[in-house]
């Protein structure tokens, strides 16, 4: 159950992609050098699920590419989300619902 490495290559662009467009967004941008390694990992642990589930055979080209830019993006609006969450128990915002 090992990812190949061209779907470790393919992830880390793609994250470093969605990191350099999230960057512009952040109260201070050196720290998309925390943020990334958060990306990769929620993008590599989503392809996990995703082998483990077996939704894709990953010796067909199109599908593999399609699934692993899937997991990419599941794993860059969860690790953005975690990142997200974290930062507003960090600085203490209140919540919407209160």
């Known amino acids: 159950?090992?990812?190949d490495h061209p779907t470790i290559i393919v992830i880390a662009v793609l994250c470093v992609l969605a990191a350099y467009f999230v960057k512009e967004y952040l109260a201070a941008p050196p720290m998309i050098i925390f943020v990334y390694p958060v990306l990769v990992l929620f993008s590599?642990?989503?392809q996990y699920?995703?082998?483990l589930v077996d939704l894709y055979p990953p010796n067909k080209m199109?599908?593999?590419l399609m699934w692993t830019i899937m997991a990419t993006i599941c794993g860059n609006v969860a690790g953005l989300g975690?990142?997200?969450w974290l930062a507003s128990l960090r600085d203490g915002s209140p919540s919407?619902?209160?």
Do not use: K
């Open 44 to 46: 590599i642990l989503f």
């Open 62 to 64: 199109d599908q593999w």
């Open 1 to 3: 159950m090992m990812i």
């Open 82 to 84: 975690l990142v997200a």
């Open 49 to 51: 699920a995703f082998i």
């Open 96 to 98: 919407p619902n209160r």
